[in-house]
């Protein structure tokens, strides 16, 4: 079992840049595919990046290039680093585990960070 929590949002002006981090606990962890996803109000949740437990990257267009995924399976750690920040980035962002993910269905989700981009 893996339990996740994001941190590092906040408020940032357009343009700007955060670099979201996922802790997770549990001895396995670099077993497990990590996600990001995010969801604005109204909106319907969006994927917006994912790390394989061998490092392999896939991103959503809407991101790609502008947004990283990383690991640190030593640390337990999963980051979003996002630049070039929008407005219409501003959301809450979670970041999710599991270890045979299909169809973007992830098994664990931590509890969200809020990101907000000013114009």
């Known amino acids: 079992q893996v339990r996740l929590v994001e941190s590092g949002g906040g408020l940032v002006q357009a343009g700007g840049s955060l670099r979201l981090s996922c802790t997770a606990s549990?001895?396995?962890?670099?077993?497990?595919?990590v996600a990001w996803f995010r969801q604005a109000p109204e909106k319907e949740r969006e994927f917006l990046a994912a790390i394989s437990s061998g490092g392999s990257t896939y991103y959503a267009d809407s991101v790609k290039g502008r947004f990283t995924i990383s690991r640190d399976n030593t640390k337990n750690m999963v980051w979003l680093e996002m630049n070039s920040l929008k407005p219409e980035d501003t959301a809450v962002y979670y970041c999710?585990?599991?270890?045979?993910?299909?169809?973007?269905?992830?098994?664990?989700w931590g509890q969200g960070t809020q990101v907000t981009v000013t114009v």
């Open positions: 549990g001895r396995t962890f670099s077993r497990y595919a």
């Open positions: 999710a585990a599991d270890q045979v993910p299909r169809n973007y269905v992830y098994g664990y």
